[in-house]
Nanobody
Framework: QVQLVESGGGLVQPGGSLRLSCAASGSIFRRNPMGWFRRAPGKEREPVASITWSGISTYYADFVKGRFTISRDNAKNTLYLQMNGLKPEDTANYYC??????????????????WGQGTQVTVSS
């Protein structure tokens, strides 16, 4: 299993930027694709971005393409999400998780344990 701690969220104005981090414990991080997900109030959790274990390939939901960048540092067991051009509709709690890739789509692994607390991103003027 893996333990996940997300951080870096906050309140930002439309058009602003944030960089989220996800610190992961456990060996599964280095050998597994990872992904970011988000859940807005009253909505289901949805995929945002994913990255292969090597970091070479990345995938994005259409609504964040060109604005968000996912990356990872396997030496530090840390996943990142650089978010630029934030919009009010990006307001949500953001989570990370090990994922299984299905072509350019991804789902959270069913065996990774439990979700972290997430980090809240609020985009508002």
């Amino acid at each position: 299993q893996v333990q996940l701690v997300e951080s870096g969220g906050g309140l930002v104005q439309p058009g602003g930027s944030l960089r989220l981090s996800c610190a992961a414990s456990g060996s599964i991080f280095r050998r597994n694709p990872m992904g970011w997900f988000r859940r807005a109030p009253g909505k289901e959790r949805e995929p945002v971005a994913s990255i292969t274990w090597s970091g070479i390939s990345t995938y994005y939901a259409d609504f964040v393409k060109g604005r968000f960048t996912i990356s990872r540092d396997n030496a530090k067991n840390t996943l990142y999400l650089q978010m630029n051009g934030l919009k009010p509709e990006d307001t949500a709690n953001y989570y990370c998780a090990p994922v299984t890739l299905y072509g350019s789509s991804w789902l959270p692994r069913t065996d990774f344990g439990s979700w972290g607390q997430g980090t809240q991103v609020t985009v508002s003027s």
